[in-house]
């Protein structure tokens, strides 16, 4: 009885162990994933103030390398909110209306294309155009889905 007692104890306290591990670990990766994706949305930033003022200059080599690494950077911070990992300044819509998340990220990606396209043609005009088609989409974006 003793012996049976001793160990349904340890069996039960071994799993509590491993339990509270778990959520310790999952906390963790949510944390991570939240600050991967503040990082990613400051580098988002960056690169797009200092395309701001090279967007009429003419200097096609120079915007292209800083429109490439924007398309990158967008395109990793879609992969970024994954089922449970609701924190940051990140709305929990995103996680209720998906549909309307990707689609605000599809437009935002098609429009650093666009940018691309105009780098490609050399076209100062409608690189003008689609960088602010571009920039309209931080703040559709953000004024839905950031807290
Ligand atoms: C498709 C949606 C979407 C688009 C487009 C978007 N953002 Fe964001 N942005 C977010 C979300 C969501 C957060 C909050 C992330 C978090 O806290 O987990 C965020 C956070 C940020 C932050 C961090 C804010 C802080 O307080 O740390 C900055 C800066 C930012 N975005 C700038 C931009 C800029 C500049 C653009 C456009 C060039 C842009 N974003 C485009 C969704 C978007």
């Given at each position: 009885m003793i012996f049976k007692i001793l160990l349904s104890s340890l069996f039960l306290s071994f799993f509590a162990h491993a339990h509270a591990h778990e959520i310790n670990m999952e906390d963790k990766n949510v944390e991570q994933i939240v600050k991967q994706r503040m990082s990613i949305m400051s580098k988002i930033k960056a690169y797009s103030q200092k395309m701001y003022p090279l967007t009429?200059?003419?200097?096609f080599e120079e915007i292209k390398q800083l429109n490439d690494e924007l398309l990158h950077s967008a395109k990793e911070f879609k992969?970024?909110?994954?089922?449970?990992?609701?924190?940051?300044?990140?709305?929990?819509l995103i996680w209720e209306d998906r549909e309307t998340f990707e689609l605000f990220h599809n437009n935002f990606i098609s429009s650093i294309e666009d940018i691309g396209e105009s780098i490609n043609n050399e076209d100062s005009v409608s690189l003008v155009e689609n960088f602010n088609i571009m920039s309209s989409n931080c703040g559709t974006c953000h004024k839905k889905f950031k807290n």
């Open positions: 009429m200059s003419g200097e992969l970024l909110f994954p089922e449970g990992s609701q924190g940051g300044k990140a709305s929990s």
